[in-house]
């Protein structure tokens, strides 16, 4: 494939050139430009209320000063940002980084085990937090534990509902007294409006560390560089023809890489609004797109069901939306057609990684297939090749994904033992394991197939089963656990976990007793939505779980159809 013109570029977009010229900048930067050129232009509409471009640029500054001058924040050091999505989110994410610091963005439905290993791992010591997040946040001297935590409200960032509208009552929960000397108020940090410390910044500076589940143990962190990042973001503008007057929809969690690069980064990449909703709601969804005239959407095709299913879809004029793009799971033909004959819409699916940060593989608006990863965008080479030998296979065959790109992780975070078994050199060039089983089509369209490594795609989330299964056996009733996925209609895959009791246990613990334990003490999307026990676990002559075999065996039983 390298030596011969791709197949793909016989039907490449018209206008996208064919390879990438990353910027030579950092995301401040951006946020900046898009201040002076555009100060009272709304950057995020939220909950009734919006935040200029002037008044987010002036809020970074002063959050970026007292970090640097209060808590000791210096160039490389790492910060924990944990919350729903806010307008606080984008101020701390940038303030961070005019620091000289890195983002390591923390998902607001994690436990405090998982925190610990984010900040024991990561090295921070300071974070920013939603002051309902607290709780999962360990303070103190000791390894894992941090030192400072700047907190918020989100009813400090909120504006008066509309006779329509009603905000949550966590949104609207009002500021509480922090009552200790390691917590501070973001509000209060905010108004001493100190000056930050010029901080030179470059490139190919570390800018943010979102972690990635592993086939075992921990989770591992992915380095991005604010140049890997903006290789995404300027790939995706151009390609999917964003432009200044963009009105995006930003519903997907800041914290994972399809909400930061989709929802935060590229509307401040290219001067356009942000229009944030705290969490999924359908019908309120509706209500934004018709008040304030969305033009673009990257959601996974459970919230688009979910959305153009809802009643009030039907009573809300949607037509200012142009683009709906996302990934994660194949979209259903029966919905594509809907929106296709009904809207006049083509669902852009893609493909894309946290190791990517995000846009990788694209569908060309005007040639897109359905159920289609689409093909590698501008400046992106991705083979098809044989799992173990790593040779090209030809069209048809279904091998490992293998790609390459300027918008690539530059690795994981002091992970030696993952880098190696992530990467590998073919034909003298660097490519990064995907893990996934694909095919090419004739047409250099890229489609899923399997997975090579066990992984559990749960709404757009990942979760590795061996993470799981480490912490169900921690349970004092659980003699063995295998964690399976099952088709969800609506998540696409949904986590189910095969028990095994102890002997002395059985009869004693229910099947809800196992998912109340695991949902208190992992994040919910990992946590089995369903637990089922069995007497035993069939093995392998090596006395190794067979997961594929029951995992086939439960598939097939959930797609039978009933009687």
């Known amino acids: 494939m390298s030596a011969a013109r791709p197949p793909h570029f016989r039907f490449w977009p018209k206008g996208v050139a064919r390879e990438l010229r990353v910027p030579r900048a950092t995301l401040p930067e951006y946020l900046d430009t898009a201040a002076r050129r555009f100060p009272d232009k709304p950057a995020i509409v939220y909950c009734g209320a919006t935040t200029t471009y002037a008044e987010l640029r002036r809020r970074v500054d ?178 999917k023809q964003l432009h200044v007057e963009t009105v995006t929809l930003a519903v997907a969690p800041l914290f994972h890489m399809l909400g930061l690069q989709n929802g935060m980064n590229l509307p401040i990449f290219l001067g356009a609004t942000a229009v944030m909703m705290p969490r999924w709601d359908a019908a309120l969804a509706a209500r934004l797109i018709e008040r304030h005239a969305v033009s673009a959407w990257s959601a996974p095709p459970a919230m688009v069901i979910d959305l153009f299913s809802h009643a009030e879809a039907q009573r809300r004029d949607l037509s200012s939306l142009a683009l709906l793009s996302g990934g994660g799971a194949a979209m259903p033909e029966a919905v594509s057609a809907m929106l296709s004959e009904r809207y006049g819409l083509a669902y852009n699916e893609g493909y894309g990684l946290t190791e990517t940060a995000s846009f990788l593989h694209a569908n060309p608006l005007a040639r897109g297939k359905r159920q289609c990863l689409g093909m590698p965008t501008q400046g992106v080479d991705s083979r098809i090749v044989d799992p173990v030998s790593l040779e090209p296979l030809p069209p048809g065959e279904t091998g490992e994904l293998v790609t390459r790109g300027a918008q690539l992780m530059k690795g994981y975070w002091r992970n030696p033992q993952a880098d190696r078994e992530a990467f590998v050199e073919i034909g003298g060039l660097r490519f990064f394991r995907t893990g996934d089983l694909a095919s090419m089509d004739e047409d250099g369209y890229f489609f899923l197939r399997d997975r090579l490594k066990r992984m559990i795609n749960a709404s757009g989330y990942k979760v590795w089963p061996t993470e799981v299964e480490n912490a169900m056996y921690e349970h004092p009733a659980i003699h063995e656990a295998c964690v399976i996925a099952v088709p969800d209609g609506k998540r696409g895959e949904s986590v189910k976990a095969l028990v095994v009791l102890k002997p002395q246990q059985r009869g004693r613990v229910a099947e809800q007793d196992i998912v109340a334990w695991c949902r208190e003490r992992m994040a919910v999307y990992k946590a089995p939505r369903v637990v089922e026990f069995l007497d035993s676990l069939p093995k392998s002559g090596t006395g190794k779980i067979l997961w594929r075999e029951l995992q086939d065996a439960h598939r097939a039983a959930a797609t039978e159809p009933h009687p």
């Open 62 to 239: 002063a959050l970026a000063a007292y970090l640097q001058q209060r808590l000791g924040v210096a160039p490389g050091d790492r910060v924990l940002l944990a919350s729903q999505n806010c307008p606080q989110f984008v101020v701390a994410f940038h303030a961070v980084l005019r620091a000289g610091a890195v983002v390591v963005p923390v998902n607001p439905m994690s436990k405090a085990a998982e925190v610990r290993h984010y900040a024991l791992d990561s090295g921070a010591r300071v974070a920013i937090a939603a002051q309902d997040l607290l709780p999962a946040l360990a303070l103190g001297d000791r390894e894992g534990e941090l030192r400072q935590v700047v907190v918020h409200a989100y009813s400090d960032a909120i504006g008066s509902p509309s006779a329509e509208d009603a905000w949550p009552d966590w949104v609207t929960a009002p500021r509480a007294g922090l009552g200790q000397a390691s917590l501070h108020g973001f509000e209060q940090a905010i108004a001493l409006a100190l000056a930050p410390a010029v901080q030179p910044l470059s490139p190919d500076d570390l800018a943010v560390l979102p972690y990635t589940s592993g086939t075992t143990g921990h989770p591992k962190g992915c380095m991005h560089t604010h140049a890997t990042l903006l290789a995404s973001l300027a790939s995706s503008a151009v390609w």
